[in-house]
């Protein structure tokens, strides 16, 4: 992946729970991908690196949210699920 990777806020769970499959899918890739360094530009608030793992950015995955903040953070993002038909290549910032 060649572009740089931001970070635009944290998730909560999604509006519908994963299934415990989906979750184990889950987990189970991003093990495969687990890195000892952030991938994230830039330097990020002691809450989130506190106890975070970090994976090499392969996946994509979809996030359902109200709206952009005026700081560019998204507002009540919520996880929908991993989205194999896309490429991280393929990820832009929805305006």
Known sequence: MSAPV???GGLQRGAVPPSDA???VTRQELLL???ADSPFVGSLPRPVTKDARWANPELV?????AEWTGDGVMRHPSWRG???DKSPD???RET
């Open 33 to 35: 991908r687990e890195q």
């Open 90 to 92: 393929d990820v832009v």
């Open 6 to 8: 931001r970070i635009f």
């Open 61 to 65: 995955g979809e996030v359902q949210f």
């Open 82 to 84: 991993l989205r194999p």
């Open 22 to 24: 989906d979750v184990g």
